[in-house]
């Protein structure tokens, strides 16, 4: 049986990761749904794009005071690199991993 990677194990690798912090009643996290599957499938293994749910989550949602859905936070290495709240299109998404990629070279 394969071990569930913890949210810290997922953060702190050297992969990029966009947490999606999001509600299954918010209705523009409905509308990030496609936009982000988008997205990830076009960076591949660039980045790694991870959904949690804030209403089973709630411990994890109130330690990164994640008050409004859609949130979504960049992690690297463990570190917050960007946080937006509200939808945003894949074309932001792509100059902030890019961005950050160009940083951490």
């Given at each position: 049986?394969?071990?569930?990677?913890?949210?810290?194990?997922?953060?702190?690798?050297?992969?990029?990761?966009?947490?999606?912090?999001?509600?299954?009643?918010c209705g523009p996290c409905?509308?990030?749904?496609?936009?982000?599957?988008?997205?990830?499938?076009?960076?591949g293994d660039r980045v790694?794009?991870?959904?949690?749910?804030?209403?089973?989550?709630?411990?994890?949602?109130?330690?990164?005071?994640?008050?409004?859905?859609?949130?979504?936070?960049?992690?690297?290495?463990?570190?917050?690199?960007?946080?937006?709240?509200?939808?945003?299109?894949?074309?932001?998404?792509?100059?902030?991993?890019?961005?950050?990629?160009?940083?951490?070279?």
């Amino acid at each position: 049986m394969e071990k569930k990677e913890t949210f810290n194990e997922i953060i702190n690798g050297d992969t990029p990761v966009l947490v999606d912090f999001f509600a299954e009643w918010c209705g523009p996290c409905k509308m990030m749904s496609p936009i982000l599957k988008d997205f990830a499938k076009q960076m591949g293994d660039r980045v790694r794009v991870i959904k949690i749910d804030v209403d089973k989550n709630a411990k994890l949602t109130d330690s990164y005071r994640v008050q409004s859905m859609p949130t979504f936070m960049l992690f690297h290495k463990g570190k917050i690199m960007w946080r937006h709240t509200g939808t945003v299109q894949k074309k932001q998404l792509e100059q902030v991993l890019n961005q950050l990629s160009t940083q951490t070279r």
